[in-house]
């Protein structure tokens, strides 16, 4: 496999340092960037491991101006950018009633807003290159909708459908865009739920497990592999069997 | 600076390899729409494709949509709008 340039955002997060650490493992010519905003320990570690492979680069997702400079930055020392991961992303949950306006700003800004932005910023490129893979990570809530989700499932809802208006936009000249939507999996969030809710979201999954962010991880390298070239516009569900 | 017919061939060659279409390059007139009626039959995605490869190529920025439209009419337009960036000049003037 060729050398490839790879941008991976939210790596400090559980799923986002998976993801990196599968492109890593997938190939010793990867090269990584790694998106990071406030906490970057994690991402750090990885890139301590992987000395020359695997870059940090400071950047607030829901700000056009960071990723302009971002991209700039990564085509300027490594020449091109294969793969963009839009992993990065927050949520607020509650119910709409009492949900503050700003817990709905500041959720659609980081998932939807940001896969906008970061998609904006890479196109140029990619289509200089005539070749490009993007990879949005949306979420199950975008298909079940959930009660007390109604701005994370309507912005990772969005993610679909820009995901798939996209791929259209793209497909002929050699770019591809698709989402994966990873149901209950075991990273930070499952973590901050309480013994209850652990309890019955498992409840709800066929396969009696909560995933690994590796199985995600996995899902998110074929889709950005060459054998995976005439996908695109696709939606993978990654959970076990809820949907 | 190249000349006018040295740039024009660049254009149309640059339109047909990255747009991929199946026709050559003499086969493309200068003042021939490269939208609508009686045009190349590009589309939106041809456009961004070009907006794109004229910068990779020519280093010419099209910031709008609004100088989008007056420079892709056709490759006429297009080379003058690459010779005024590189010489200030437009194709009209002598």
């Known amino acids: 496999m060729s050398p490839r340039v790879i941008l991976v955002t939210g790596a400090n997060g559980g799923l986002g340092r998976a993801i990196a650490a599968a492109f890593l493992a997938e190939s010793p010519q990867n090269l990584l960037w790694l998106g990071v905003r406030a906490n970057r320990d994690k991402a750090e570690s990885l890139s301590r491991e992987n000395p020359g492979r695997c870059r940090l680069v400071e950047l607030d997702v829901t700000r056009p101006d960071e990723w302009q400079k971002v991209v700039a930055r990564i085509v300027s020392e490594d020449k091109r950018l294969d793969v963009l991961v839009n992993n990065a992303g927050k949520h607020h949950d509650g119910l709409l009633a009492n949900l503050p306006f700003t817990a709905w700003q500041e959720v659609i800004a980081s998932n939807l807003d940001a896969t906008f932005h970061g998609c904006q910023a890479v196109l140029p490129t990619m289509i200089s290159q005539r070749n490009g893979r993007i990879i949005n990570i949306a979420s199950l809530s975008a298909l079940l909708a959930p009660a007390g989700q109604t701005n994370y499932a309507a912005a990772k809802a969005g993610v679909v459908a820009l995901t798939q208006s996209l791929a259209k936009e793209v497909a002929r000249i050699g770019i591809t865009v698709n989402a994966v939507c990873p149901g209950y999996v075991d990273t930070e969030s499952l973590a901050a739920m309480d013994g209850e809710a652990r309890k019955s979201a498992l409840g709800r999954v066929p396969m009696r497990r909560f995933g690994k962010p590796e199985e995600v991880a996995a899902a998110v390298r074929f889709l950005a592999c060459p054998d995976a070239g005439y996908i695109t516009g696709s939606i993978l569900k990654v959970d076990g069997g809820i949907l | ?94």
């Open chain 2, 1 to 94: 600076m190249e000349d006018i017919n040295a740039i024009q061939t660049r254009v149309k060659s640059m339109i047909v390899e990255n747009l991929m279409l199946q026709i050559g390059v003499s086969e493309i007139k200068d003042d021939q729409p490269l939208f609508g009626p009686g045009s190349l039959g590009l589309d939106s995605v041809d456009a961004l494709q070009l907006v794109v490869a004229l910068d990779k190529n020519f280093g010419l920025k099209i910031p709008d949509p609004a100088a989008a439209k007056e420079i892709l009419q056709n490759v006429g337009t297009i080379v003058a709008a690459v010779r005024q960036k590189f010489t200030g000049t437009s194709l009209a003037e002598p």
